[in-house]
């Protein structure tokens, strides 16, 4: 069973950055997953951000933060990292990872079925 943590969130001004983290509780390795990025705002449909194989470091970005948001990996840490930059308030959501053997289609639907869910992080960007 594959456990995901993420970190990072937080309160950040408007045109500010943040990292997001996600990792796995036990040092699980995510070698043979594709590691995804979801967001929820509130009252809001859940959204794909962005997914990255760590068997071949390919990623993907949505088109909604294409040119602000990077997602990069840290094989030997177990990590992926999603930086943002030039955040917008309505980047405000929760930010969740999660994990699946295989990369999802994109445009990442935003109800696309995954094996493992981490718990969330809250990104808050306002003035």
């Known amino acids: 069973q594959l456990q995901l943590v993420e970190s990072g969130g937080g309160l950040v001004q408007p045109g500010g950055s943040l990292r997001l983290s996600c990792t796995t509780a036990?040092?699980?390795?995510?070698?043979?997953?594709?590691v995804n990025w979801f967001r929820q705002a509130p009252g809001k449909e859940r959204e794909g951000v962005s997914c990255i194989s760590m068997s071949d470091g390919s990623t993907h970005v949505a088109d909604s933060v294409k040119g602000r948001f990077t997602l990069s990996s840290d094989n030997a840490k177990n990590t992926v990292y999603l930086q943002m930059n030039s955040l917008k308030p309505e980047d405000t959501a929760v930010y969740y990872c999660?994990?699946?053997?295989?990369?999802?289609?994109?445009?990442?639907?935003?109800?696309?079925?995954?094996?493992?869910w981490g718990k969330g992080t809250l990104v808050t960007v306002s003035s």
């Open positions: 999660a994990a699946d053997p295989y990369l999802p289609p994109t445009p990442i639907p935003a109800n696309y079925p995954m094996d493992y």
């Open positions: 036990s040092g699980e390795t995510l070698d043979n997953y594709a």
